[in-house]
């Protein structure tokens, strides 16, 4: 069966993790419903919530399945075990009766095992929860499910051969994380390709970073198209892409909703020459760091420690504007198997081989931060 319902006629999907907010913090549901109304009537079907985002279950009950046909949208949710947690096996199980109660959705069209990271994965496992979603589905509770993903490439492949029944990924896919070996948007990308799987991408606009970037890209952009905002360069990024199930975007306003549908409604991919102007709001990405490393990777060839220098200083050069929670996690998987920046045991052979004559062992300290 395909994971593909057919009802899917907008590739942005709406997801449900930053809805907007009353001055007591609250979600506003009366702009949340119109936001819905905005998105039912260009034809969007996908939203995206889960049972770890706060009140956005309850919220999506009133907005959007009280006041439509249950076959007018399809709607999904997730099933969280956070690294670290005290969530026992059967809270775990439990969830998706919360969920359903919550959202009231009677089902959830896509079901995923969230945030998968190398710090939880084996929860996931040893709880059987990889085997419970299947119950769910022959019970009609859930129509397909998958696995939402932040870690590295071979975490991944390792669970796309071994649970090869799970219907898509969803996976973190920008322009800014493309090519970042912290988040591994190409690699993981690539990997659904190799095995089949549709992607449903999450943090196309980075978080809202990417729809106010930095002065240099601002600029780039601004030149090739003025009446462009920066978000949708963003989306039609990720939206260009193949074998793409939803692209979802964390709208929490009128206005943003407004902006995305005006050039998602009907979608047209980059052009060659945009793709061009995506590459060079790259290289100023790349560009704007605090560390002037050019990975060429001669200091790692005869690192004792097997520390992966580049690719740490790559994470602490995108601490700017990240989350800390993001940027550990980036740095997990640049070091996952590999030696840590606190391994450094200041031998400096690393210093010698810099073309760039770069501090290496000081800097290396000052990323033991990284590390949580």
């Known amino acids: 069966m395909s994971v593909f319902t057919g009802k899917e006629k907008l590739k942005l999907g709406f997801g449900l993790m930053r809805l907007p ?3 007591d913090g609250s979600i506003d549901v009366e702009q949340t419903s ?22 956005s279950e309850e919220a999506i009950k009133k907005a959007l399945v009280d006041r439509y046909p249950r076959d007018a949208y399809t709607l999904a949710s997730k099933c969280i075990v956070s690294a670290g947690s005290s969530t026992t096996e059967e809270e775990a199980k439990k969830e998706i009766e919360i969920s359903l109660e919550r959202s009231g959705a009677q089902y959830f069209d896509y079901y995923l095992v969230h945030a998968i990271t190398r710090g939880n994965y084996e929860k996931y496992e040893e709880y059987g929860i990889w085997d419970y979603v299947k119950e769910l589905k022959e019970k009609g509770l859930i129509k397909h499910y998958g696995f939402s993903f932040h870690a590295d490439p071979q ?3 390792e669970l796309l051969i071994k649970h090869p029944d799970a219907e898509f990924v969803q996976l973190q896919i920008n322009y800014a994380d493309w090519n970042h070996p912290g988040v591994a948007s190409k690699e993981n990308y690539e990997l659904c390709q190799k095995y089949g799987k549709p992607v449903v991408v999450m943090e196309p606009v980075k978080g809202g970073i990417l729809a106010n ?5 601002k600029a780039i952009f601004d030149e090739a198209n003025p009446n462009a905002s920066y978000a949708s360069w963003a989306l039609r990024y990720v939206a260009s892409k ?4 939803a692209v ?4 929490s306003s009128l206005a943003q909703m407004e902006d995305n549908l005006s050039f998602m409604k009907d979608f047209k991919p980059l052009s060659e020459e945009e793709e061009e102007v995506i590459k060079k709001a790259q290289k100023a990405l790349d560009e704007d760091q605090l560390i002037a490393c050019t990975a060429c990777h001669y200091c790692t060839k005869g690192c004792p420690m097997g520390i992966p220098i580049p690719e740490i200083f790559m994470v602490q050069n995108r601490k700017k504007g990240s989350p800390e929670f993001r940027i550990h996690r980036e740095y997990n998987i640049v070091t996952e198997g590999k030696g840590k920046a606190s391994d450094c045991i200041g031998c400096g052979q690393c210093e010698a081989a ?3 004559h770069l501090p290496i062992i000081s800097l290396l300290e000052e990323c033991r931060e990284l590390e949580g």
């Open 155 to 157: 975490l991944l492949e």
């Open 21 to 23: 907010k009353l001055e």
């Open 354 to 356: 810099c073309p760039q």
């Open 248 to 251: 979802l975007s964390g709208m």
């Open 213 to 217: 970037p930095i002065d240099e890209v």
């Open 242 to 245: 193949e074998n793409l199930l």
């Open 34 to 55: 119109k936001m819905v109304d905005l998105f039912m009537e260009a034809g969007g079907t996908y939203f995206d919530t889960a049972f770890a985002y706060e009140g």
